[in-house]
């Protein structure tokens, strides 16, 4: 007897997405990618929107292939970047395509609002996460401020994965994980926050009601299962935030573990009970944001591959494979050019290739030439802020951090894999790389009862992949590398 089950995951990153369907069978999971399409932001009229509709229409082409293939599918869940979202109107119609993160209608926005709104202590002090500018707080803000016409006129807000889950079945809610990167929510009552909803002249009544991971929205409305030729299939609410679904899959044995997300950006964190709110935690600017089963992700975002990517764009002579181009870097002299990955030159600069020379030419090191030398920069530079982190990471931790999990797109590098192991001093396990569409599906499978809490999720994981393991090496080495990464970041 055949005890298969299938879920349907729409997994949306600010560049692209795909749809997948995934298999759970006799303990062990599988994944096929069905659809995969660009997520292309419109400019038009000095502003810079998603097409929301756009990716609606992707989900349902992938929805029509699982009806063509007559494949009977238990449910269907979505997550998304996080921060951005949709207004609605009083007539439940969607009053535009969202605004994206990359507007640049939220510069200087943030200061703004801490001089004349709440101060960036209290702030900190209710919602426990990193100041950035795009977090929905200041892109609300700044939206007020402008008299933008869709928030005006708003009856609902609704985060993307909630909105596009509400095109689905046409019911509304706040899913709790992506609520928790708008900065507007408090992670001890994990309920939004009413001053700072005031501040930019919102109430509660704005919000669809706060749901957990793993809770059923609804099922698709009569007009979807038209359209799509599917039944009444259960849409699920994830963890919607991807990050959040992506920690869900972290293949771990026990809680004494340390995470990397590693893509664009490298997430670094701990799974926490309480939320961890102080002083301390905001001098190094650490996030506190929702995970499954009531857990806080307390994280700090890195900059990532976006370094090494915006930089083979620019390399007319670099191997296209990234093994090729890896192997030459590893021929060059070791730390001889450091950089702070996350320094403000490094955000969106017209030339990184330049932003990086110039970097190193004004802390008297070694001007990298050529990629190799560049990509060894990135990488040697990477790995000793990934050691600066961990560092602040077990000040906060109430345990010993046994082990660190690389997960995502970037645990395939093994280069940088092996570098941070030598830097941190702990093991390193690296995998899944498709973190987030497995902590998508493993969170529909819990919905329908076909596992039980996370550990089930995460051993059902672990026995479903294969992990590649790195151990430290080279310690006085990478001791002497990191005195000196100290003494020239800025």
Same mark, same amino acid.
């Given at each position: 007897m055949d005890n298969s089950k299938f879920f349907f995951a729409v997994d949306l990153g600010a560049t692209s997405g795909r749809t997948i369907l995934g298999t759970l069978a006799d303990g062990k999971f599988s994944l096929e990618e069905l659809t995969r399409f660009d997520n292309n932001l419109i400019q038009t009229g000095g502003h810079f929107y998603w097409d929301i509709y756009a990716l609606y229409n992707e989900?349902? =082409? @992938?929805? =029509?292939?699982?009806?063509?293939?007559?494949?009977?599918?238990?449910?269907? /869940?979505?997550?998304?970047? @996080?921060?951005? !979202?949709? $207004?609605? /109107? &009083?007539? &439940?119609?969607?009053?535009?395509? +969202?605004?994206? #993160?990359?507007?640049?209608?939220? !510069?200087?926005?943030? %200061?703004?609002?801490? %001089?004349? $709104?709440?101060?960036?202590?209290?702030? #900190?002090?209710?919602? @426990?996460?990193?100041?950035?500018? !795009?977090?929905?707080?200041?892109?609300?803000?700044?939206?007020?401020?402008? @008299?933008?016409?869709?928030?005006?006129?708003?009856?609902?807000?609704?985060?993307? +994965?909630?909105?596009?889950?509400?095109?689905?079945? /046409? =019911?509304?809610?706040?899913?709790?994980?992506?609520?928790?990167?708008?900065?507007?929510?408090?992670?001890?009552? =994990?309920?939004?926050?009413e001053q700072l909803l005031a501040s930019v002249g919102l109430t509660r009544e704005h919000f669809g009601e706060m749901v957990n991971p793993a809770t059923v929205i609804g099922t698709l409305t009569p007009e979807v299962q038209t359209i799509t030729g599917l039944g009444a299939v259960p849409v699920i609410a994830v963890a919607g935030h991807d990050t959040g679904s992506a920690v869900a899959a972290v293949p771990a044995r026990d809680e004494q573990f340390a995470y990397l997300s590693s893509g664009t950006w490298s997430l670094m964190g701990i799974e926490t009970k309480e939320a961890v709110i102080n002083d301390k935690s905001f001098e190094y600017n650490f996030t506190n944001e929702g995970g499954i089963e009531g857990t806080t992700r307390f994280l700090k975002n890195i900059c990532g591959m976006w370094l090494y990517e915006r930089c083979r764009k620019e390399w007319t002579d670099a191997p296209k494979s990234h093994t090729e181009l890896q192997a030459e870097a590893m021929k060059v002299k070791p730390f001889q050019s450091l950089i702070n990955p996350d320094d403000a030159v490094f955000a969106n600069p017209a030339s990184m290739v330049d932003a990086i020379q110039d970097y190193c030419r004004q802390t008297g090191q070694h001007v990298p030439e050529g990629y190799a030398e560049i990509c060894r920069c990135i990488f040697d530079s990477l790995a000793l802020r990934y050691r600066q982190v961990f560092g602040w990471l077990k000040e906060f931790a109430s345990f010993p951090i046994q082990t660190l999990h690389i997960i995502g797109g970037g645990s395939l590098n093994e280069y940088l894999d092996q570098f941070t192991a030598n830097s941190t001093g702990v093991e390193v396990l690296a995998g899944p790389q498709e973190g987030t569409a497995i902590g998508n599906i493993m969170l529909q499978a819990k919905a329908c009862g076909a596992v039980g809490d996370i550990w089930e999720m995460r051993k059902i994981i672990g026995q479903s992949i294969e992990m590649k393991r790195f151990v430290p090496q080279d310690k006085e080495l990478w001791d002497a590398a990191y005195e000196h990464y100290l003494e020239v970041v800025r």
């Open positions: 989900i349902i =082409k @992938g929805l =029509k292939l699982v009806a063509q293939r007559q494949i009977d599918i238990t449910s269907i /869940g979505i997550d998304t970047w @996080g921060v951005d !979202f949709v $207004c609605v /109107g &009083k007539d &439940k119609a969607l009053l535009r395509n +969202p605004l994206a #993160y990359r507007d640049p209608h939220t !510069f200087g926005m943030m %200061e703004e609002y801490f %001089e004349k $709104c709440v101060d960036k202590q209290k702030v #900190y002090d209710i919602t @426990g996460i990193q100041f950035m500018n !795009f977090n929905s707080l200041f892109q609300l803000y700044a939206m007020r401020r402008n @008299g933008d016409s869709a928030l005006e006129n708003a009856d609902k807000v609704l985060f993307v +994965p909630d909105c596009l889950s509400y095109m689905l079945t /046409g =019911k509304m809610v706040c899913e709790y994980t992506i609520a928790s990167t708008s900065q507007i929510l408090d992670p001890r009552t =994990k309920q939004l926050d």
